[in-house]
């Protein structure tokens, strides 16, 4: 039994009847030349011959006897690809297919068996089609859930379909987890033990990293002492989700961001603050500045696609400084960020909690997705730079789904893929009946930045 990371095993705590934990996407279908709907039983067999490459879809969530010890994950002897593939009876249209997603990403994912689940639509208008997703945070991360995605599509229209691999689930009773549970608590606490070893041969390593963990636990502290400010998205929220999108020229925010002088990420936090300033309005306030928690990838090998490799930093959006300052002075705020070494620091700080008993593990999650400490998540991912085909549809847009927590009516996903820039809004509609304009909104927004870095104001 492989048993959660600390970090994983948050997302588990987190999960409510209204703040549903999954990540996922909906992918948009152009059916290739004489294609009437895309060849379900071709995806069936894909799948099928794919399902090695990623044992953690093979898995569920198992607790120790008596609680005793995190959660692992352990095969599932019953498990059936079809009670994890859905498939659409009848065509759709575009607000078909909009309210199909909302209602799909409303519904939390089963504990009971593998946490992920996939829905076709085999016919979306005259040739189209499309496919949505959803994996729990618990197994993967922004970055993992792009690569699991790459395992059900092909970088080749005409991709020979693999043979499944024979598999048979191992069992292990619940004694069993409970010795597992803790002889790898036992273990952690030697391999800390190690580290401690290691860095006291090494006074240089060790000073560098004390002061990195200095820094990450100081301005955690500073994080939580000075709250976020009170925010229109920070409200309590129901289960219903809707997710709107739009997609912008991956060149356009390039130039934009050699203009500046800044990077991808920081031009995209600055499009999310000008909608922000937009959407303030139809909610009774002024735009002001909120925090965004921005998830960061710490993998070190590209390959790793189970568990969250991810740090995490608070950027102070400026919703209300004009457009032409909003790129530099989030160029300023991350850059800040990433010299006082909290990015690094963060991920170490997270690792140890792995260390604290069950319970309290609980409440620092919670107090890590509390409106206290931000106002919404902005995520950006790289996505693949080429065509992605399934049994031959070439994949048209990807519009990523980013969970949001209670009392949070809001999270904001980036995706790159094809040289475009896919946005994405994810929210409750009813604690945030305003968002529906947001795909406008975040075009109306980068328009403005990319006039202002055309006329040198946003340098």
């Known amino acids: 039994m492989e048993r959660l990371s600390s970090l994983d095993a948050s997302f588990l705590h987190v999960e409510s009847a209204s703040a549903h934990m999954h990540v996922g996407w909906l992918a948009t279908l152009d059916l290739r030349k004489g294609d009437q709907a895309l060849d379900v039983d071709a995806v069936r067999a894909q799948l099928r011959s794919r399902m090695?490459?990623?044992?953690?879809?093979?898995?569920?969530?198992?607790?120790?006897?008596?609680?005793?010890?995190?959660?692992?994950?352990?095969?599932?002897?019953?498990?059936?690809?079809?009670?994890h593939l859905t498939i659409q009876d009848g065509p759709l249209d575009a607000g078909g297919l909009a309210r199909l997603a909302n209602a799909f990403f409303s519904e939390q994912l089963p504990r009971g068996r593998p946490l992920w689940h996939l829905h076709l639509v085999p016919r979306l208008g005259a040739r189209g089609a499309a496919v949505m997703g959803k994996v729990h945070h618990a197994?993967?991360?922004?970055?993992?859930?792009?690569?699991?995605?790459?395992?059900?599509?092909?970088?080749?229209?005409?991709?020979?379909?693999?043979?499944?691999?024979?598999?048979?689930?191992?069992?292990?009773?619940?004694?069993?987890?409970?010795?597992?549970?803790?002889?790898?608590t036992a273990l952690d606490q030697l391999r800390l033990a190690g580290r401690a070893a290691q860095l006291g041969l090494d006074p240089g390593r060790s000073a560098r990293l004390a002061g990195t963990m200095r820094r990450a636990a100081f301005s955690l502290a500073e994080d939580v002492r000075h709250p976020a400010p009170e925010?229109?998205?920070?409200?309590?929220?129901?289960?219903?989700?809707?997710?709107?999108?739009t997609a912008l020229p991956l060149a356009r925010l390039t130039s934009v961001k050699e203009a500046t002088g800044a990077k991808l990420n920081d031009v995209v936090l600055a499009t999310v603050a000008g909608a922000l300033a937009r959407l303030a309005g139809p909610h009774g306030g002024e735009a002001q500045d909120v925090r965004a928690m921005v998830p960061a990838s710490v993998r070190s090998d590209a390959r790793e696609a189970q568990g969250n490799q991810i740090s995490f930093v608070f950027v102070?959006?400026?919703?209300?400084a004009p457009p032409g300052e909003r790129v530099r002075l989030v160029r300023e705020r991350t850059a800040a960020l990433k010299e006082d070494g909290r990015i690094a620091g963060s991920h170490q700080v997270m690792q140890l909690l792995g260390l604290l008993p069950g319970p309290v593990q609980g409440?620092?999650?919670?107090?890590?997705?509390?409106?206290?400490?931000?106002?919404l998540t902005?995520?950006?991912?790289p996505g693949p730079p080429i065509p992605l085909y399934l049994a031959g549809a070439e994949v048209r847009s990807i519009l990523p789904v980013i969970p949001i927590p209670d009392r949070h009516a809001l999270a904001i996903g980036a995706l790159s893929y094809a040289g475009r820039l896919h946005l994405s809004a994810y929210m409750d509609p009813e604690a945030l009946p305003g968002g529906r304009r947001l795909p406008v909104m975040l075009k109306d927004a980068f328009e403005e930045l990319d006039v202002a870095a055309r006329h040198g104001r946003a340098a």
């Open 52 to 83: 090695h490459l990623v044992p953690r879809f093979r898995q569920r969530v198992r607790r120790a006897a008596g609680g005793l010890g995190p959660p692992g994950w352990l095969d599932d002897p019953d498990f059936d690809l079809d009670d």
């Open 139 to 184: 197994m993967v991360d922004g970055i993992a859930a792009v690569q699991l995605g790459v395992l059900l599509f092909d970088a080749e229209p005409d991709a020979a379909p693999g043979h499944p691999v024979p598999w048979s689930p191992h069992s292990a009773g619940l004694v069993r987890l409970a010795v597992d549970a803790a002889r790898d």
């Open 231 to 245: 925010s229109y998205l920070n409200v309590p929220i129901g289960a219903r989700r809707q997710l709107v999108g």
């Open 316 to 320: 102070d959006l400026p919703v209300a």
């Open 363 to 375: 409440q620092a999650a919670r107090l890590a997705t509390s409106p206290r400490l931000y106002n």
């Open 378 to 381: 902005v995520s950006n991912v």
